[in-house]
């Protein structure tokens, strides 16, 4: 491992490379980058490992219906965690050396550009979509959190989707006790990445979590926290999900896997609601999707006929407001440090350096699950 040197210069840095996407359809290839120097709020990080997302892996003219905007050549890619190497100006509690995790963002539309891409040597990333991490987890570990840690917490926490209070490392946020029973969050697809730290993120909000999956996850999902784990593919799934509330009064759902949203609304105008915070900002009749689609936006439609509120999710949509902040820099740090957040799910090594990415690609979009795949560089 080179040193890093403060503020990116000097003879012991080495040369930025990328793997660099030349238009949509375009075959991805390892080419060299400019080193780009940070921003007043941004970081460079000398990336250390990096991870696959299905948005990383979409096939050809998909760019140009999922990130219309996108600029060519692009640099993709969201997940990273490596060592701090120069930090811009404004930015205190970052340091040159600092071991670090992140999200990037430079496919999105107000950012936009090549430097901000993962799948580099060097990347630039905003100051507050970045966690220090312990010394006792590996980057490879810790590669695995952004982008599916940004879009639970985008769902749960933002105010146009769940708007359940922020976590803390002491799981007590909600403060809400109603009939003496915990209110739920019900998480469709736990054991997806997004579905992993739904499940970790709505304990430390103080919830009692219920979430579905394939019967040879139970285990897993009750390590991170669920308190019930119901069998996805039951035909009763519903009237399953129903039984295990119980006496709980339902918070709110966050829909992850293919096929979740209908029974989601199904289970939604069925069941006893949380009446929310003082302030009634939601009454619990609120679904968060992250399957965006015509389809999701039909069953929006219906949905609020009968009372609920459906959103859909965009994970990255963070970066713009408070729960960014209060992710990255004030919860994730201390429980990652604590111990009681978990790098979740397991990453699999698939190879070292940036040419084992698209391989990596091509079998994420054959289908994984239970873990996340993972190139170190």
Not at 21 to 36: E, K, Q
Not at 42 to 64: I, Q, S, T
Not at 192 to 216: D, E, F, I, K
Request: proline letters at 9%; one cysteine or more; hydrophobic letters at 40%.
């Amino acid at each position: 491992m080179k040193p890093i040197t403060p503020h990116g210069t000097g003879p012991d840095r080495e040369p930025n490379i990328a793997l660099w996407l030349p238009r949509p359809g375009g075959r991805l290839h390892v080419g060299p980058a400019p080193y780009t120097a940070p921003g007043p709020g941004e970081v460079v990080v000398r990336v250390r490992a990096v991870a696959m997302n299905p948005v990383d892996a979409l096939h050809g003219l998909l760019y140009r219906v999922i990130l219309p905007w996108l600029a060519f050549p692009a640099v993709i890619g969201n997940d990273v965690a490596g060592e701090i190497a120069e930090v811009g100006d404004g930015v205190t509690r970052l340091r040159p050396g600092d071991r670090v995790l992140g999200h990037a963002v430079g496919v999105e539309r107000s950012r936009n550009r090549p430097a901000e891409g993962a799948f580099q040597r060097y990347v630039v990333l905003m100051e507050h979509l970045v966690s220090p991490v312990p010394d006792t987890l590996p980057f490879e570990h810790a590669a695995v959190l952004p982008l599916a840690l940004s879009t639970a917490a985008t769902g749960m926490f933002q105010r146009d989707h769940l708007d359940l209070p922020l976590p803390t490392t002491t799981g007590t946020a909600s403060g809400a006790e109603a009939g003496g029973a915990r209110p739920t969050v019900i998480v469709w697809g736990g054991s997806t990445s997004v579905g992993s730290n739904a499940v970790q993120l709505a304990c430390h909000a103080g919830y009692r979590v219920l979430a579905t999956a394939s019967p040879r996850n139970a285990d897993y999902l009750r390590s991170l926290g669920a308190a019930e784990v119901i069998d996805r593919h039951s035909p009763a799934v519903v009237t399953d999900v129903l039984d295990r509330i119980g006496a709980s009064p339902l918070a709110g759902s966050l829909a992850i896997g293919a096929g979740s949203l209908r029974p989601a609304i199904a289970v939604t105008t069925r069941a006893r609601h949380d009446s929310g915070p003082s302030d009634g900002r939601y009454d619990g009749r609120r679904v968060a999707s992250v399957q965006p689609g015509p389809l999701t936006t039909w069953r929006a439609r219906r949905a609020r006929r009968l009372g609920v509120r459906v959103s859909t999710v965009w994970g990255s949509s963070l970066k713009d407001n408070e729960v960014g902040p209060a992710v990255y820099t004030e919860f994730l740090p201390a429980a990652l440090a604590a111990g009681s957040y978990r790098a979740a799910p397991p990453a699999t090594v698939t190879g070292h350096g940036l040419d084992h990415i698209p391989p990596a690609l091509h079998r994420l979009r054959r289908g994984v699950s239970a873990t996340k795949l993972v190139v170190t560089l």
